[in-house]
């Protein structure tokens, strides 16, 4: 019913892109965040022309497009520099309906933010789920320091280790290690030009993407055992360097920027065995919560967003919320572990350790352009072209719905 209470644990990408479609379904959310502020962990996103259209629905989309950066040829390399695949901008947003729009994840929190009522988000607010709702009318109840709290509807948006998803599925075996550590980091852009790029070499990978606002959005990648954190900042830019400085332009010149306190380090997992469902009773589950995925297709903050506009279309005011709960699990999980599967297999051919098979791997892209060109585009049919199932914001303002 219109101004029932909705309660969001989390406040990434997915959460308040939940919180934003669910209040303007006319929906009462509360979103409780651990942290005592929103800003982001994360340094870059990239969102593709699915993600857009998803945040269409919420009246975001044009602005976001506003800020595509990357025009003209960038492509795979190889340290040394050779290009291996050619991409064009142009020809991605001919085919998918629109640009690849690198940004800082701050950028987007703080759109998203902007569009909830004042007081939605409390900060500083770990949240325990203690009893997931039941269809037949019990609501969810949420634990936090001031007390407890109910909801028709509680979202699940607390990332990949994500407490919610273990009180919903306690058995699953949760994420795995998928065999690699990252870095990312943002910079000031160097002085000679570079076309945007992903160097893949052996069992390590470098990208460097430009911002609207004049910056960079670096990250790395290297096939090493878990847990291997340095602990402090300036061995990390070190061993960046030690990995990476010796590739090809603009890769030294980004790290001597590199402000060792600015650099992030993962460990990255996924959630390869998929959950039995992305609900349970009034709980539901968004992005990393639900289906955490390599970063190989850059499609991690893309499904979330795409998750929160398919739950809030679900459980629009007047449906049963059974019912809409399972239809989000039907529509949602099929294509999300079709894509955490198809991630896997990128991240282990980019993970080739051996100096060989690295050669063999550029010789077979190489021959792989040559021979169909445009493939590098057309890989991402079936995710970039996906719409949806609803009209836009603009459309229903237009239409005066």
Partial sequence: MPGT???????GIGGLTAAVALHRNGR????????????????????????????????????????AAWQGDGGLYTPGGRRLVRVNSGAFAERFGGPLVLLHRAQLIERLAARLPDGTIRTGCPAEVTDPGAPDGRPARVATPGGELEAELVVGADGIHSAVRRALFPAHPGPSYCGFTAWRTVVPAPAAPFRPHETWGPGMIWGSQP??????????????PAGGHLGDPAAEKAELLRRFGGWHHPIP???AAAEPERILRNDVHHLIDPLPAFHRGRTALVGDAAHA??????????????????LAHHTAPGTDLAGALAAYSADRLPRTTGIVRRAARVARVQSLRSAPAAAVR??????????????????????ADWRPPVRTYADRAQQGT
């Fill in 5 to 11: 209470r909705a309660i969001v644990i989390g406040s």
């Fill in 28 to 67: 009462r959310v509360t979103v409780l965040e651990r942290a005592d502020s929103l800003e982001p962990v994360g340094a870059g996103i990239g969102l593709a022309p699915n993600a857009q259209r998803a945040l269409d629905v919420i009246g975001l989309g044009d602005e976001i497009r506003g800020l």
């Fill in 293 to 310: 995925m390599a970063p190989n297709l850059g499609q991690g903050g893309n499904q979330a967003i795409e998750d929160a506009i398919v």
């Fill in 253 to 255: 010149a980004i790290l």
């Fill in 211 to 224: 911002l609207k606002d004049g910056r960079v959005y670096a990250y790395a990648a290297a096939h090493l």
């Fill in 362 to 383: 550029a010789g077979l892209l190489t021959a792989g352009a040559a021979l169909a060109p445009g493939a590098a585009v057309r890989a991402f049919d079936g995710i």
